[in-house]
């Protein structure tokens, strides 16, 4: 089993940033792909980004593209969402997610979650 803590949530204003911070345990962290998502009250849970085990391949939707960064540090057992410009549509649940499989991540199938971090984006 893997598990999976969310951290860096907050409130913020809008045009501001945060970075959100995932740590892994139990498994080999190097093993996983690495996903985050997020969910508003009403929507459907969505990809943000994704990373692949070796942090050569990534996803980002298109809603974040550009003012999104994920990255992981293999030896730390880390991976990270750095949030810039953010936008009170941002405002959701994050939740760090993990899988064996890079598919699996993009289609969000992951094996493996954490409980969610709050993201909070006022005008």
């Known amino acids: 089993q893997v598990q999976l803590v969310e951290s860096g949530g907050g409130l913020v204003q809008a045009g501001g940033s945060l970075r959100l911070s995932c740590a892994a345990s139990?498994?080999?962290?190097?093993?996983?792909?690495m996903g985050w998502f997020r969910q508003a009250p009403g929507k459907e849970r969505e990809l943000v980004a994704a990373?692949?085990?070796?942090?050569?391949?990534?996803y980002y939707a298109d809603s974040v593209k550009g003012r999104f960064t994920i990255s992981r540090d293999n030896a730390k057992n880390t991976v990270s969402l750095q949030m810039n410009s953010l936008k009170p549509e941002d405002t959701a649940v994050h939740y760090c997610?993990?899988?064996?499989?890079?598919?699996?991540?993009?289609?969000?199938?992951?094996?493996?979650w954490g409980q969610g971090t709050q993201v909070t984006v006022s005008s």
């Open positions: 990373i692949n085990f070796s942090g050569t391949r990534t």
């Open positions: 997610a993990a899988d064996a499989q890079f598919g699996k991540v993009v289609g969000v199938f992951a094996d493996y």
């Open positions: 139990g498994g080999s962290f190097s093993s996983y792909a």
